[in-house]
């Protein structure tokens, strides 16, 4: 049945909706998260995220919110990530059609280079439709899930040793760090103290579970971990050029496994570019198996 699609920018009035409507998304895709209120405010509330500018809720006939367009601008790189939501009951290529075409009328705005969004490896109805807009597929990530602590020597070499990460103090130090050693890494944009400051304290974050690996009193590498109910995930984890090949992120990344079984996960999980082979051997060599594919689009912008 055709109907009409109806486009409004959030408002922090729309909060409710908004919220009730991720949480049936996450029902069509099988996730038992439920999202609070608290939630949402929290991730709308991010430095960088301007809801009232990059948040659109899409509504039927009835005026019932069915899917959102969010933009999230990364100026330093000149690029935005789009992301596109729709319940399934109203998942068909004609809807997807009108709103990747109204998602690409708003983004003229933004004065952007290019657009990058992700998709599941299994929703061929998004990649086809995708694909009609000139939209490239660039980039493979894997989705790795471990289930038991492996059997490692966590024990760094002669002048490395582990700090935990001290809030209030450290902000700046770890920012440095992470900007470092992602420099080079596609579709990493450098973050800002006040960022990393407010992701510290997000509710699935401890300082406690952000691990850092010290040369003498240098900062060489850090493995962040985050939680999510039982699961745990290695969300950012990394070593300084200079210090690589020297079997430390094996270590390290171990460390954070450790971490996150010992406050009772019951599984760790992470992401890894598909292109990243010394990356995938030591997750391999760990007991990460590939669960899943993310597929990462691409379209270049004409302003």
């Known amino acids: 049945m055709t109907i009409s699609l109806n486009?409004?920018?959030?408002?922090?009035?729309?909060?409710?909706?908004?919220?009730?409507?991720?949480?049936?998304?996450?029902?069509?895709?099988?996730?038992?998260y439920k999202y609070n209120l608290s939630d949402i405010k929290e991730k709308l509330s991010y430095p960088s995220f301007n809801?009232?500018?990059?948040?659109?809720?899409?509504?039927?006939?009835?005026?019932?919110p069915i899917g959102y367009i969010s933009f999230n601008e990364e100026k330093f790189i000149n690029r935005v990530i789009?992301?596109?939501k729709i319940l399934?009951?109203?998942?068909?290529?004609?809807?997807?059609?009108?709103?990747?075409?109204?998602?690409?009328e708003l983004a003229s705005s933004l004065h952007t280079e290019k657009l990058n969004i992700q998709t599941s490896e299994y929703d061929k109805s998004i990649q086809n439709s995708l694909t009609n807009f000139n939209f490239k597929k660039i980039k493979i990530y894997f989705n790795m899930q471990l289930k038991k602590m492996p059997v490692i020597n966590l024990e760094p070499p002669n002048d490395f040793f582990f700090s935990t990460f001290l809030q209030d103090n450290d902000e700046e130090k770890l920012t440095k760090l992470q900007n470092s050693v992602f420099k080079d890494s596609w579709g990493f944009c450098p973050n800002t103290t006040e960022e990393i400051k407010y992701r510290i304290k997000m509710h699935n974050t401890k300082p406690e579970g952000i691990i850092i690996l010290k040369n003498r009193q240098e900062y060489v590498g850090y493995n962040w971990t985050t939680y999510k109910n039982k699961s745990g995930k290695i969300s950012m984890t990394g070593i300084l050029p200079q210090f690589r090949s020297k079997g430390l992120g094996n270590i390290l990344v171990g460390k954070g496994i450790e971490y996150l079984f010992n406050n009772n996960h019951s599984t760790v999980e992470l992401e890894v570019d598909s292109n990243n082979i010394k990356a995938l051997q030591i997750y391999k060599k760990l007991g990460f198996n590939k669960s899943s594919e993310i597929w990462w689009y691409e379209k270049e912008i004409s302003n």
């Open 51 to 64: 809801p009232q500018k990059n948040l659109f809720l899409i509504s039927n006939n009835n005026n019932e």
């Open 88 to 104: 399934k009951l109203h998942k068909n290529d004609e809807n997807q059609t009108k709103i990747i075409r109204k998602a690409l």
């Open 7 to 32: 486009y409004k920018t959030f408002s922090w009035q729309h909060i409710d909706d908004y919220t009730n409507l991720l949480n049936r998304l996450a029902l069509d895709n099988k996730n038992n």
């Open 82 to 84: 789009l992301d596109i």
